[in-house]
C-alpha cells in the first residue's frame, strides 16, 4: 500500500501537470466582419478542439476590431490581453509599424507572439505564419495578363497603407506587370479601397467612371475591396467578362462571382489553416518546443474549372458552421 506522503505526491505532481497544460490564447484577427476572419476563427476553433481532446486545457479568446482600419482599437484589445496575462498572443496586425510597440510590450512581458496572415516591422514575434502573398500578386498578374493576351489597359485596386500583406500582393503584381507583359498599360495602380465593401464601391465607382470606356482588366488585393468592385463592375454594365477581373481571396460573394462569369479567376489562401497553426504552434512555443520562424501556408489560383477539386475543397467552402456554432 502507498504511504500517504506518495499518494500526496502524486497529487501535486498532478495538480502541477495540469497548471502546466493550461493556457489561454487571445486570436485577434485584423477586423471580425469578413469570411477571412471567420475562416481563421474556424482554424482556431478547430485547434482547440483538438487540444483538447488530446487533454491539453487550451481556450482561445477570439477578439479584434470591427473594421480593418481601426488600428487604435487593435492596439487597445492587444493591451488588455497584456493586462489580462494571457499565456500568448496570436495576431494578424493591420498595420505592420502601428503594433510593433504593443507586441514588443508583450514580449517583454513573458507573453509570446505568433503573427499570422500580415507581418510586422518586429523580430518580437517567435513564428509568422502566411500566404506568400508576394508570390500570390504575381499569380494574378500572370493569369490576368494571359487572359488579355498580353495587351490591353488594366487597373490594380489596393487595400490600404500599413497593410503588409496587401502591400506584398500588389509589388508581386507590379513586379510581373511591368517584367512580363510590357504592352499591357497601367491605368491606374495608387487606388485604395478602404476597409469595406461599401468603401470599395465608392471608389471602383470612380475608377470606373473615368476609365470605363479604357480598361480590359482589373487586379484587387483583397476579399472586400474585390466585392466592392465586383458590385461596380455590375452596376456599370462591365460584368459578365467585358472586363477580365481576377480578385484575391474566396468568400460566398466572390464564389458566386466567379461562377456567374463576372469573375475571371481568384488567387486563393488558406485562412482557416492559418488560424489553425496559429493556435498549434503557440501551444508548442508555450510547451518550450522549437517553431519555425516562417511558415508558408500556400497560395492557389481558382476559376470555375477546378473550384470543385478535392483540394480546393477547404479553402473555396470552409467548413465554418462546424466550428463555429
Known amino acids: 500500500m502507498r504511504s500517504l506522503r506518495s499518494l500526496l505526491f502524486l497529487f501535486l505532481g498532478a495538480t502541477l501537470a495540469t497548471a502546466a497544460e493550461s493556457y489561454k490564447i487571445a486570436v485577434i484577427p485584423k477586423g471580425t466582419t469578413h469570411e477571412f476572419w471567420k475562416s481563421i476563427h474556424a482554424g482556431a476553433r478547430k485547434a482547440e478542439l483538438e487540444l483538447k481532446a488530446a487533454g491539453v486545457n487550451v481556450q482561445v479568446i477570439w477578439k479584434g476590431p470591427l473594421k480593418e482600419d481601426d488600428r487604435e482599437q487593435q492596439i487597445q484589445v492587444v493591451e488588455n490581453f497584456i493586462a489580462q496575462r494571457v499565456s500568448g498572443i496570436v495576431i494578424a496586425p493591420?498595420?505592420?509599424?502601428?503594433?510593433?510597440?504593443?507586441?514588443?510590450?508583450a514580449v517583454k512581458g513573458k507573453i509570446p507572439i505568433v503573427v499570422i496572415d500580415s507581418g510586422v516591422d518586429s523580430?518580437?514575434?517567435?513564428?509568422?505564419?502566411?500566404?506568400?502573398?508576394?508570390?500570390?500578386?504575381?499569380?494574378a498578374a500572370r493569369e490576368l495578363g494571359k487572359a488579355l493576351g498580353g495587351k490591353g489597359n488594366v487597373i490594380m485596386l489596393r487595400l490600404q497603407v500599413g497593410s503588409a500583406s496587401t502591400e506584398e500582393r500588389e509589388e508581386g503584381f507590379l513586379e510581373v506587370m511591368k517584367k512580363d507583359f510590357p504592352a499591357i498599360k497601367l491605368l491606374s495602380t495608387d487606388q485604395h479601397a478602404g476597409p469595406t465593401r461599401d468603401t470599395a464601391k465608392r471608389v471602383s465607382e470612380n475608377l470606373l467612371n473615368r476609365f470605363g470606356r479604357q480598361v480590359n482588366g482589373i487586379f484587387a488585393c483583397n476579399e472586400s475591396g474585390a466585392a466592392g468592385m465586383l458590385l461596380a463592375l455590375r452596376d456599370a454594365g462591365l460584368a459578365g467578362g467585358k472586363v477580365k477581373f481576377v480578385a484575391f481571396d474566396s468568400g460566398e460573394t466572390l464564389n458566386a462571382g466567379l461562377h456567374a462569369g463576372d469573375i475571371h479567376g481568384l488567387v486563393v489562401q488558406n485562412p482557416m489553416k492559418m488560424g489553425y497553426l496559429g493556435v498549434k504552434s503557440m501551444v508548442a512555443i508555450l510547451r518550450g518546443e522549437k517553431v519555425e520562424a516562417r511558415v508558408d501556408t500556400g497560395v492557389g489560383f481558382v476559376t470555375k474549372a477546378n473550384f470543385?477539386?478535392?483540394e480546393m475543397a477547404d479553402i473555396v467552402n470552409p467548413p465554418l458552421d462546424k466550428y463555429l456554432k
Open 94 to 105: 493591420l498595420d505592420k509599424r502601428g503594433l510593433v510597440a504593443p507586441l514588443e510590450t
Open 308 to 310: 470543385n477539386s478535392p
Open 123 to 139: 523580430k518580437a514575434p517567435t513564428s509568422f505564419i502566411a500566404t506568400d502573398n508576394r508570390e500570390g500578386g504575381r499569380i
